[in-house]
T-cell receptor
Framework: DAKTTQPPSMDCAEGRAANLPCNHSTISGNEYVYWYRQIHSQGPQYIIHGLKNNETNEMASLIITEDRKSSTLILPHATLRDTAVYYC?????????????FGRGTQLTVWP | GAVVSQHPSRVICKSGTSVKIECRSL??????MFWYRQFPKQSLMLMAT?????????EQGVEKDKFLINHASLTLSTLTVTSAHPEDSSFYICSARESASNYGYTFGSGTRLTVV
C-alpha cells in the first residue's frame, strides 16, 4: 500500500523551478524516499532517491526534512518535456523487500 | 545505466487465448523483478515479485493461476496472461534493480495488451 500523500496536480511555467511536495509521515528508519516520473504510456523513469540527506543529481534535487516525514522534489528549470506524473514512494532496499507501491502521484504540467 | 527491455510493446489477442510478455535486463543481472499493471488514468498496481529460480510472490487479490510468472534466468522474467478476457486489457510494466546499483529500479517501457 502506498504510504505517501501528494497533491494530485501542479502547474509550473517553463524555465521556473518546480517544487513537488510529498508527505510520508509513517516512514520507517530503513526506508528510502524514491521519486519516479511517468510520461504518458511509458514506463516510469527513475529520478532520484535518498534516505535522510539532501540529494542532487543531473535531473533534480531532493530535500528531505529532518524528521523525514516529508520531502520535496525540485526540478530547477522545468521544461515542457518535464510534463509527467511524478510519484513519491517509500521503500526499503533489502533484496527480498523493496517492493515499490505507487500512489496516485502528482500530475505536473509545464506550460510555455 | 541499467536497461530493462520489455517485449512486445503492444499486443492484441482474442478472448480465451494466452499472451506472454517478456522482461529482460540487458546489462545487469536481476535476481528480482517486479510486474505491474496500470489501467487508464490510474496508478501502477504491483502484481507480483518474480524471483529467479523460485516461485513468484503475488500481491493480494492477484490470481496466480491467471498470471503465470517464470523467472528462469538472471536476465529474463516472463508474464503469461492465461485465458485472457477483455477485462485483462491493460498496460503491463516490469521493473528490475541491479543489486549494486545506486539508481533505484529500472522499468521497462511497458506492454499494451488489448483483448478482443
Amino acid at each position: 500500500d502506498a504510504k505517501t500523500t501528494q497533491p494530485p496536480s501542479m502547474d509550473c511555467a517553463e524555465g521556473r523551478a518546480a517544487n513537488l511536495p510529498c508527505n510520508h509521515s509513517t516512514i520507517s528508519g530503513n526506508e528510502y524516499v524514491y521519486w519516479y516520473r511517468q510520461i504518458h504510456s511509458q514506463g516510469p523513469q527513475y529520478i532520484i532517491h535518498g534516505l535522510k540527506n539532501n540529494e542532487t543529481n543531473e535531473m533534480a534535487s531532493l530535500i528531505i526534512t529532518e524528521d523525514r516525514k516529508s520531502s520535496t522534489l525540485i526540478l530547477p528549470h522545468a521544461t515542457l518535456r518535464d510534463t509527467a506524473v511524478y510519484y513519491c514512494i517509500v521503500s526499503s532496499r533489502g533484496s527480498t523487500l523493496g517492493r515499490l507501491y505507487f500512489g496516485r502521484g502528482t500530475q505536473l504540467t509545464v506550460w510555455p | 545505466g541499467a536497461v530493462v527491455s520489455q517485449h512486445p510493446s503492444r499486443v492484441i489477442c482474442k478472448s480465451g487465448t494466452s499472451v506472454k510478455i517478456e522482461c529482460r535486463s540487458l546489462d545487469f543481472q536481476a535476481t528480482t523483478m517486479f510486474w505491474y499493471r496500470q489501467f487508464p488514468k490510474q496508478s501502477l498496481m504491483l502484481m507480483a515479485t518474480s524471483n529467479e529460480g523460485s516461485k513468484a510472490t503475488y500481491e493480494q487479490g492477484v490470481e496466480k493461476d491467471k498470471f503465470l510468472i517464470n523467472h528462469a534466468s538472471l536476465t529474463l522474467s516472463t508474464l503469461t496472461v492465461t485465458s485472457a478476457h477483455p477485462e485483462d486489457s491493460s498496460f503491463y510494466i516490469c521493473s528490475a534493480r541491479e543489486s549494486a546499483s545506486n539508481y533505484g529500479y529500472t522499468f521497462g517501457s511497458g506492454t499494451r495488451l488489448t483483448v478482443v
